[in-house]
Each structure stands twice: as structure tokens, then as C-alpha cells.
């Protein structure tokens, strides 16, 4: 068969080693929403034996979202430059071992060092994860395949709420335990991980077109045509993702994702507190109400994701999830049942429109500059959601839960305007044309298809 009856590798059917590829990467996220969501409870049952005071408790509950965001930041160059494959098979791992030797810890200090290099490991895998998984996807199940790795992070904060609840009975060590536990999963997928191969679009930008064909021959399919070399030259390094071309899809990229994540991880990982502060006397019932509704959302965008516009999922999630926390702002004191509804709700739509975090950052940047990109977008919305989680319990404290509820509110309408400004639309985009911002030949057609 000739090169030109060859499907195009971006328009490849969906095989099993997609699939795999999409599994793979999952357990950076489940072992990342894990790590995230027991937080809180191994927080409360080691106060004693740690010796926890408010100050301590801040700086542990905001630690691994501080090295998520230096592992991002730090990583996106580097797996830019020397590809995705040799950190995305290793770093489960590295973060394996780490969170084994969470067991032992003596002193709070001790467990800190830990959380911050659990986050630079998960901030590393965001990177490469994204990046891979993207990469490797079909265009027309791209969303969806990202969605794996948004329903295996709720899955996994699902899991730690779970978890802690039932480990809770094990005495005063109960806490170790619940950190001992997330070491498991990182463990398993490492296995997975080894085989998967180096993304044949970077390996394509690269110059190596024997190695991608060989990649897309043996995964792919022998009629499916390797990624073609991009016309257009990007210049490497993290200073052109500021540069004209570039910035207004950095800024967009990094400004959405900090919008979501920052009510999200305030009111999540505090769930139980925020509904006591509402008058909700069963708050571990409403605490696992948000979090099973968590992930249904996550389900439920997954679902969602390729069936409309990626402008459409982004504007109208920002502003249903504000509708709603503002229900609650306004309406909580009716009846304790009204909260938690209102409340799991917006857990629901906040969850749905996680998925945008995994499948919209890697979209928004060519094959060379993806890693550093999607970098930046993790890095700051890592910075965000450290910031808030340890805000968030002063702000009650000192103002009370509606004024950190209304914080949350205007979060969330920055994200819509933003987003409505200027977010491009990007779920027919060829990931080998990003560079060349919109296709010319396909502009009007997406024009119609993201008015649909």
C-alpha cells in the first residue's frame, strides 16, 4: 500500500495499546489524588504523636502541592528535551519508596522533607504523563483517553477517604499506616510503565523518523503513516512560551487550571470542616457524599469531554460551579440537607470539569514546547492550590466559612471571564500544527464546529 493510502497517525483507530498507554499513566494521578486526599485524616490522627501545632498543620497539608509545583516547573524543559519515556517509566518508583518511608518518621520535620519530595516526583509525572498519553492518543478519543487519568485522580481521593476512615480503628499508628498504603499503587503501575515506547511526535521533532516509524509500525498499526516533521521550527525553552505567539496560551493554560484547582482543593481537603462551619452535624457523611460525588464528576466529564467544545466544557463549568457554591453561600442555612446537596453538586461539576486539566494544557502547545507548557499550567496551579488549602482553614477561623466560600465564588467567575476572553478552542487541533496556532485550511470549519 502506498504512503498516501496510509491513515495519519493523529486519525489512527483506537487499539489496545492506546488504552495501555492511557492506563500507564494513570497511576501518577491515583497515587497524586491519594497522597492529596488522606491528607487530611493522617493530619488529625497524628496531631498527638507528632506533636502538631496549627503551623505545622498548614505546612504538611500544603507540602506536596509546593513540590508539585518546583517537580513541574523543573521537569517540563528537561522531558522536552530528552524526551518523556525515561521519566515517565521511573518516577512511580522513586515515589514508591518515598512513600514507604513515610512509616517511619519521628518528627514532623522529618515527614515535611517527605511531602515535598512526593510532590516533586508527582510534579514530574504530571509532566511527562500529560505529555505521553497525549501524544500518543488518536485525535477523536483524545479527551477521553486524558479522562482516564482525571477519573483514576478522584478514583485515588476517593480511595484515601475510604482508606483512612477504615484504618482509623488501628490505634495511635493508624496515621503511619495511611501512609504506608499509597507506596502500593505507584508499585504496581511501575511494572505497566516499563514497556510503554517514546512518543512518536517527539521523536519525530527530534530528527529520530526511523525510531518513530518503527514506534508507530509495532504499537500502531503497519498502515498507519508516522507523524510528518512539523514546517515550522519552535524555538526551544521556557522564555518563548511568553513570547507573542505563545503567551496568550500560556497565560490561558495556567490561569484556568489555578481557578479550578483552588476551590477544589480548599474545600476538599477540608470537606468535613467546611460542613461542620455550615451547621452539617453528620459531617463525615457530607465529607464522603463530596467525595463520591467527586467521582461521579470525574465519570460524568469523561463522558462529556469529546461530545462538546472545549470552550463550551471550560466557561460553562466555571460559571455553574459559582452558581452553586453561591447557593450555598445564600441558601446553606435553610436546611443542613440543602448544603450537602448543594455542596456535592458542586463537587460534581468541579470534578467533571477536572478533566480539562488533563486533556486542554497538552493541546495548547506544540510537540516541542508541550512538557515545558503543560509544566507551567501544573506549576501554577500547584502554587495556587498549596496557597489556598493552607489559607483556607485561617479564613474561617478569622472571617468565617462564607467569606472563604465567596473567595471561591470569585475564583471561579475569574475563570469564566478568562476563559471567554480567550481560550481557544482546541479538541480538533492536530497536536503536530499547534505551533502554527490554527490550521488555515481547517479555520473556518473549526470556527462552525466550536459554535456547535
Not at 136 to 151: D, E, I, N, Q, Y
Not at 212 to 240: E, F, L, Y
Amino acid at each position: 500500500m502506498s504512503t498516501a493510502a496510509h491513515t495519519a497517525y493523529e486519525d489512527a483507530p483506537l487499539t489496545r495499546f492506546h488504552i495501555r498507554v492511557a492506563i500507564a499513566g494513570t497511576g501518577g494521578q491515583f497515587s497524586d489524588g491519594f497522597v492529596l486526599g488522606i491528607v487530611g485524616i493522617v493530619l488529625a490522627s497524628a496531631t498527638a504523636a507528632l506533636n502538631l501545632t496549627p503551623l505545622w498543620i498548614g505546612l504538611l497539608g500544603a507540602a506536596t502541592l509546593a513540590g508539585l509545583f518546583l517537580g513541574a516547573i523543573v521537569t517540563g524543559p528537561i522531558a522536552d528535551r530528552i524526551g518523556r519515556r525515561r521519566i515517565f517509566g521511573w518516577d512511580m518508583l522513586v515515589f514508591g519508596l518515598l512513600s514507604a518511608s513515610q512509616f517511619f518518621v519521628q518528627e514532623p520535620w522529618q515527614l515535611l522533607a517527605l511531602r515535598l519530595l512526593l510532590g516533586i516526583a508527582l510534579g514530574a509525572d504530571y509532566v511527562v504523563s500529560k505529555s505521553l498519553v497525549t501524544e500518543h492518543s488518536p485525535r477523536r478519543f483524545r479527551g477521553r483517553l486524558m479522562s482516564f487519568l482525571a477519573v483514576a485522580w478522584a478514583l485515588g481521593y476517593v480511595t484515601a477517604y475510604l482508606a483512612g476512615f477504615l484504618l482509623s480503628n488501628l490505634g495511635p499508628d493508624a496515621w503511619r499506616w495511611m501512609l504506608l498504603i499509597s507506596a502500593l499503587p505507584a508499585l504496581i503501575v511501575f511494572g505497566f510503565r516499563l514497556g510503554v515506547p517514546e512518543s512518536p511526535l517527539w521523536l519525530t521533532q527530534h530528527g529520530r523518523l526511523r525510531e518513530a516509524a518503527d514506534v508507530v509500525r509495532r504499537h500502531v498499526g503497519p498502515n498507519v503513516a508516522p507523524p510528518p516533521v512539523s514546517s515550522i521550527k519552535t524555538t526551544k525553552g521556557m522564555a518563548v512560551l511568553f513570547s507573542a505567539k505563545y503567551r496568550k496560551r500560556t497565560m490561558v493554560g495556567a490561569v484556568f487550571y489555578v481557578c479550578q484547582v483552588i476551590p477544589y482543593f480548599a474545600l476538599g481537603t477540608f470537606a468535613p470542616q467546611v460542613m461542620e462551619a455550615l451547621g452539617v452535624s453528620g459531617k463525615l457523611a457530607a465529607g464522603a457524599a463530596y467525595n463520591v460525588f467527586l467521582l461521579v464528576g470525574a465519570i460524568v466529564g469523561m463522558l462529556i469531554i469529546d461530545r462538546i467544545s472545549r470552550r463550551t466544557f471550560l466557561i460553562g463549568s466555571f460559571a455553574l460551579g459559582a452558581a452553586l457554591l453561591l447557593g450555598l453561600v445564600l441558601f446553606a442555612s435553610v436546611s443542613p440537607i440543602l448544603a450537602v446537596v448543594l455542596f456535592a453538586s458542586f463537587a460534581l461539576v468541579l470534578s467533571a470539569a477536572a478533566n480539562l486539566e488533563f486533556a486542554y494544557p497538552p493541546e495548547l502547545f506544540p510537540t516541542e514546547l508541550r512538557a515545558s507548557g503543560v509544566g507551567v499550567a501544573t506549576a501554577s496551579s500547584r502554587l495556587g492550590s498549596a496557597g489556598s488549602t493552607f489559607l483556607l482553614p485561617v479564613v474561617v477561623a478569622g472571617s468565617g466559612i462564607n467569606t472563604a466560600l465567596t473567595a471561591c465564588v470569585a475564583v471561579l467567575l475569574i475563570g469564566a471571564f478568562v476563559c471567554w476572553r480567550w481560550a481557544p478552542e482546541t479538541r480538533a487541533e492536530s497536536l503536530a500544527a499547534v505551533d502554527e496556532e490554527i490550521e488555515p485550511a481547517h479555520h473556518h470549519e473549526r470556527q462552525g464546529a466550536a459554535a456547535h
